[in-house]
């Protein structure tokens, strides 16, 4: 069966792709942040999986007021990367894996969670930037990847306990496909940032961390963290966090199976443009 190895979780600053795509890695600005991820690049290259399935929230890219999924999950073959407002970024496009998204949703919707089904899409800074972090800048992606878009931008938005208990279901809908495929979970979004009002530029080190603490040791208690905590600990944006409940929610742990989890690597850094950056490294043992 295919199963769910590992899960990992960054944030997704557009900045950061910006940085990547100019060259600026090694600037003084930018090099402390990239120097957080060096462990990972490496953990991917002696990780890697068959496919991502990449938690994200889409930035009115593919999705505008026209139309807003709660849960969206790309079937395609691929995924061309959009055009933001300064040209597409100039990285791979996303080589997407057909049956295994059909079979997730075909699971997850029978077990009571509406997602919509997206046959095409562009795919924004919230899937590439997560995937240059990881891979570095290669001529291709080093496996095929799932999109899963989360809306967290346009009231209402999904609580944290419903991104949870999402993350188990697709956990067993993984493990009911019938081929051996190693698949790893990323959830993706904040940390603590606000873009617009009198508290943009909001950063909160004191409680991202311990948020990652218990996400950690404790995820159950994690999830029930109220909406409106998210709103003001971490700003308006942080409520992106609820993405990485999914990823935790996925982990063997959760479900009570046999085994646990293992912390390989954790980072954080501010500031990124005016967010925090925090990124986690969890293995199924």
Not at 53 to 80: K, R
Not at 135 to 160: L, S, T
């Given at each position: 069966?295919?199963?769910?190895?590992?899960?990992?979780?960054?944030?997704h600053?557009?900045?950061?792709?910006?940085?990547?795509?100019?060259?600026k890695?090694?600037?003084?600005?930018?090099?402390?942040?990239?120097?957080?991820?060096?462990?990972?690049?490496?953990?991917?290259?002696?990780?890697?999986?068959?496919?991502?399935?990449?938690v994200?929230?889409?930035?009115?890219?593919?999705?505008?007021?026209?139309?807003?999924?709660?849960?969206a999950?790309?079937?395609?073959?691929?995924?061309?990367?959009?055009?933001?407002?300064?040209?597409?970024?100039?990285?791979?496009?996303?080589?997407?894996?057909?049956?295994?998204?059909?079979?997730?949703?075909?699971?997850?919707?029978?077990?009571?969670?509406?997602?919509?089904?997206?046959?095409?899409?562009?795919?924004?800074?919230?899937?590439?930037?997560?995937?240059?972090?990881?891979?570095?800048?290669?001529?291709?992606?080093?496996?095929?990847?799932?999109?899963?878009?989360?809306?967290?931008?346009?009231?209402?938005?999904?609580?944290g306990?419903?991104?949870?208990?999402?993350?188990?279901?697709?956990r067993?809908?993984?493990?009911?496909?019938?081929?051996?495929?190693?698949?790893?979970?990323?959830?993706?979004?904040?940390?603590?940032?606000?873009?617009?009002?009198?508290?943009?530029?909001?950063?909160?080190?004191?409680?991202?961390?311990?948020?990652?603490?218990?996400?950690?040791?404790?995820?159950?208690?994690?999830?029930?963290t109220?909406?409106?905590?998210?709103?003001?600990?971490?700003?308006?944006?942080?409520?992106?966090?609820?993405m990485?409940?999914?990823?935790?929610?996925?982990?063997q742990?959760?479900?009570?199976?046999?085994?646990?989890?293992?912390?390989?690597?954790?980072?954080?850094?501010?500031?990124?443009?005016?967010?925090?950056?925090?990124?986690?490294?969890?293995?199924?043992?």
């Amino acid at each position: 069966m295919a199963r769910i190895t590992a899960s990992v979780y960054t944030s997704h600053v557009p900045a950061i792709g910006a940085a990547i795509d100019l060259g600026k890695t090694q600037e003084p600005y930018w090099q402390p942040l990239f120097k957080g991820y060096e462990f990972s690049k490496q953990w991917m290259k002696d990780n890697k999986p068959d496919v991502i399935f990449l938690v994200y929230n889409d930035h009115a890219t593919a999705f505008s007021l026209d139309m807003i999924p709660t849960f969206a999950i790309g079937t395609a073959a691929e995924f061309i990367p959009a055009d933001e407002g300064f040209g597409p970024r100039p990285v791979p496009k996303v080589i997407g894996h057909p049956d295994l998204a059909s079979h997730i949703a075909h699971s997850v919707i029978q077990q009571d969670f509406d997602l919509t089904i997206v046959n095409k899409m562009e795919v924004d800074h919230g899937l590439t930037v997560p995937l240059s972090l990881m891979c570095g800048e290669p001529d291709a992606w080093p496996c095929q990847v799932i999109p899963f878009a989360v809306n967290v931008v346009q009231y209402p938005v999904p609580g944290g306990q419903r991104c949870f208990n999402l993350g188990k279901a697709i956990r067993k809908a993984v493990e009911s496909y019938d081929e051996d495929l190693n698949v790893h979970i990323w959830g993706t979004g904040g940390m603590s940032h606000q873009l617009q009002g009198a508290r943009a530029g909001l950063i909160n080190r004191e409680w991202d961390n311990a948020w990652l603490d218990q996400l950690i040791a404790d995820p159950a208690a994690c999830a029930a963290t109220p909406h409106i905590d998210y709103v003001r600990e971490a700003g308006s944006e942080g409520v992106e966090l609820v993405m990485w409940l999914i990823a935790r929610g996925a982990m063997q742990d959760v479900a009570g199976s046999p085994g646990s989890i293992r912390a390989r690597h954790r980072f954080y850094h501010v500031p990124a443009s005016n967010t925090a950056v925090g990124h986690l490294i969890l293995e199924n043992s």
